[in-house]
Structures are given as C-alpha cells and as structure tokens.
C-alpha cells in the first residue's frame, strides 16, 4: 500500500506539468468519468447520447471514457489506482473538459482534478441536490441535477396501488448506491402514513420470498441490486427480473431501462437526456463560453413511463396513472393493427357473399327453369310418341293381329279334336303350348306399347346404345316390312354406354327411322333401305348415323327441319326434329343432317360416351 503510494506521487511529480500546461488553450478532449460500469444499459446509453451530440458537431471533439464501476467497488486504495491509471494513461493526452456522471462520480472526479488535472472545468450530470449541497463546488465545476426522488416513486405506488397501504423498498443497501443514496434523506417524509417495509441489502434469495407473500395493497419500489448477497453480481435489470417472477404486487420502477424487465413503470431516469445534457455542457465549455450556475433538469430526466402488461397483470385502469404517462408495451388487437386491411377484407367478403348469394339465386331459377323446359319436353315427347304410334296403328294392328289369328285357328282345331271319342292329348298339348306362345307374343307387342307410351319422368341411366337401336328396330321391322324398306344395321360390337334416358333415346331413333321411311315412300328411287350404324369416336363420343335412300333434303328446307311445327308433310305436325335435337341437347349431344352425293338423307347424333 505504502508503495503504491509512493510510485504515485512520484509519478504525478513528473506528470503535472503536462497536465496543467495543458489547460490554455483549451484542448478539444473531454474526459468522462461515469459512476457506472458501461456494460450495464443505463450508462451505455448515458455515454451513446453524450457521444452523438458530441458527434453531431462540426468538428467532433475527442472522447475519452471511463467507468468507475463504483456501485460495485470503493475505497481509498481503489481511489488512489485511478489516480495512478488515469495519471498514467493520459500523461500525453491534455484534457479540456472533465465530464463526472453521477454523483459518486463527481466526488471521484473533484478528487482526481486535484491530483492530475488542475484547472481543468468539470461538467457534471446525474447529480442529486443533497450531493451538491454537501460538496463545496468551486465555480468552474458545473453541472445538472438529474435525480429521482423518492416522493415520485411514491406517487407512482399510489396510482398502480389503489388504497396503498404499504410499500417495500428493495435495492443494495441505500447509503452505497451510487444513484440512490439521496433516498436515505428522503423515506421518512416521503412514507408518512403508510407501513415501511425495509428489504434494502438483503439476499436476493430472501428478497424473492418476501415480495411473494406481501399483504394486499403493497406496492414494491426497486432502486437498484448489483449482487445476490451470496458472491455474484448482477445487473439491476437481471436483478429486477428474478425478483418480479416471484413478485406478487406491482414493482415500481426507477429507470428507464427496467422498463420491460418487470417493473410496472413509474417516474423514471431516462439516460439520453442525462446524456445529451452534460455533452451540451461540455462542449459549451470546450467553445470557451463561461462556466456559472447548476441547472436544475428533473422535468426532462424523469417522466412516468409505465409498461401496458404489467398494468394488464394487476388490472390498473390507465386513467389512474399521472398525467402525461407514456404507456409502452401495449399489445393492440389485431383489430386495431390492421383496421383499414381488416375493412377491405370485410367489404371484399361482403361483396363476395352478395355475388354468391346472387349466382346461387341464379343457379337455383337457372334450375327451375331447366326442370320446368324437362317437364315440357317430357309432355312434348309424349305427345310426339302418341303421334307416332297413332301412325303406326295400322302395323300395330297387323303386330298383334298374328298371334291372336293364330290362338283363334289353334282354339277352334283343339275343340275339333275333343269332339272326336279319342281326343289326341298329345296334340292338345302342343296346340296349348303353341296358344301359350302366341298370346306370350301379343302381350310383348302390347307391353313395349305400353312403355313407349308412359309418361315417364327424365331418369338417367347408364344404356347401351346399340341395344336401343335394336329395341327399335325390332318395334320397326313389321312397319319397315309392310312399306317395303330394308332396315340394316351395322353395330360397333362392344357395348357402347351413355348416360340417358331409354325412352327419349328410342323415340330419338324412332323419328329418324320414320322421317327416313316417309322420305322413301315419297320417293320413286329403286333402292329402298336405311342404314342406322354406330361408331365410337376418340373413346368420348359415340355417333349414331341414319341414312336413308329417300327424296333427300332441298337445300332450303334443310336450313329449317330442326325448327318447331316446320314440315313439308301434308298431316306433318313439323315437331318430330325439333323434339329429337332437344333430347339429344338434354343428354348433352347434338345433332345434324347433310344430303349425300348419292342421295337421300343423311342425319347424324353424337352423345357423350361413359364407357365401351
Ligand atoms: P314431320 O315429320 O312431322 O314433318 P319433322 O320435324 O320430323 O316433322 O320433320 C320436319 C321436316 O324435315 C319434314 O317435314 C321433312 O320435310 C324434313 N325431313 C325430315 N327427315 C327427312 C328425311 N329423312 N328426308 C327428307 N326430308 C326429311
């Protein structure tokens, strides 16, 4: 100790009269010495300010910095290792401006002044009134009283803490912290009327329980831990957070920088302003401008600062906070965030759903409209079909003409043979069977009658068209014979499947068929025959063609047979075509005719196909 003594005062004799020569002209450096330790948030952002107003400068004076650390130590040997350091370390670098932050730091700096920088102005920021008072400043030490006073945090309690009652004060011991040791002077009037609960200078672990278990209407009011009591060192804001996990009241918080940490807010220190402050004193002082008075800068370094959660965690209606509180934090509805995106996607989905609502109308009229013109065509078609059989009554007739002549003959030789004394059974019986059959026939004839003439409602199902074209051709075959026309047929031998409706699609044939036979009865051509064939076309479609040996189609009539009531028939209803391509439309197909080169006609349908 005694050496270290010695080696400085030995050394500051050979460093002063640098040091104080240095003092005219001004040199553009400033020295800040801050109480803190720059890693901690509170002085890193204390120095940034101070470095960007300094900056901001046209032409940037020099910055030195130094963090005294002092919350974490002390002493006059500590004190003495500065002098030896900093004597050491700016032996060559004259100082203009000495800058103290804090007021631990400002005792420090005036010590040090004396032994390395003698008439050196001092400018200082983050200092308490009590501090000032005790010192005895000399006139070039300058400064601004930056400090928050207990009666604040006091306020603060009473508006997150309705009905306060209580408070517990947590921090290091508060004669050795560097920020809030004035607090010492000011508790006892600060707390009049409500119960003091001490837990300054106790372990962390101790504090973590006790604030877990503190009576309602207690409000807690941190200042600064640097240790956990039990070896370690800890930010204050690391401090602060350990301790609000447990925390069952509100912690009101001190600076700025705890905001966020767990603190519920309150008047805060802000360290820009500190900052900015003592760099516009510094630099003022390095433009040579005179160096009088202590600005007092409370209204700007402290303001009420709360944090929107911790409000939220203790249910605090922000209209308790003081006046001209910052909240941060706050969490806005996504209601609130994206109001206009929000608005546009509401009027988009509004819109959306009129046009759906409005299509869905339509496609339901659409429907209707569709069932109804289904219904019409199903009356239609019946009538086409009643049409048509009343043309074909005569073949109708001479159909069922046969098997009933037949039955007659057969029942008049079976009477004939039970006359006789030995009747023949066996020839009774074949003629029986042979009754049996012919009346099978008839009935047959007088079934399919009967399904062609139902009014059927339009079912789909899956036919075969080929054996469509069979079934008519076979209804046909008497008719065709009796008007001496040849029916052929050349069917694709696979089964050839689309989804229709059976009657529809007959009488689709049917009226080809018989247009065909009414042309060719018109005619007076040799060949007398139609041919119906089906071929299937790229695996979708099955086109079914019907070309007869008739008169053929003028050209002019041709534009008009697919037009309802157009004939050219003298008892035509002109109906037969224009039915079949609205079947044909209904199932999804269509239909069209040409006049070959050879003569006749020739008409054509395709349909959709489901499988071969
Ligand atoms: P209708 O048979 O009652 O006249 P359609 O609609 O079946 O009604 O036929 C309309 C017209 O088309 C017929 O009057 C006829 O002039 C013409 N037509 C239809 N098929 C043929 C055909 N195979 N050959 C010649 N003309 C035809």
Redesign the pocket.
Known sequence: MRSLLVVSVLLLAHLEPHISRAAEPRPQTILILDQGENRGPFYNRVLAAFRAVVDEQPSPATIYSESLDLNRFGGPVYEDSWRVHLGTKYRDRPIGVLVAIGSAALSYTLHLRAALWPGVPVAFSFVDEQTVAHLTLPSDVTGIIAQLHFADMMKAARAVVPNLKRVAILGDSLSSQTGFSHFVEEIPRATEGVELVDLTGRALRDVRSEVAALPDHTAILYTAIHANGEGAYLTPGDALALVAERANSPIVGSVETNIGRGSIGGYVLIPEVIGREAAGLALKILRGEPVTGIKNSNAAAVRPIFDWRQLQRFGIDESRLPPASEVRFRQVSIWERYQWQMAAVATALVFQTTLIVNLLSAHRRRRAAEIDARGRLMELAHLNRHAVTGDMSASIAHELNQPLGSILTNAQTAELLLTSDEPNVEEIRAIVADIKRDDQRASEVIKRLRGFLTKTSFEPQDIDINETIREVLRFLSDQAGARHVSLNSELTPKNVVVRGDRIQLQQVVL??I???M??ITDSTGETRKISIATTVRDERTVIVSVI?S????PED?LQR??EPF????KN?????????RTILQAHGGHIW?DTPIEG??A?RFELPLRKV
């Open positions: 009226n080809l018989l247009n065909g009414d042309s007869d008739g008169r053929g189609i009539v047979i697919f157009f004939t050219t028939k035509g209803m002109g109906m037969g075509l224009s039915i079949t005719a006749g006609a008409f």
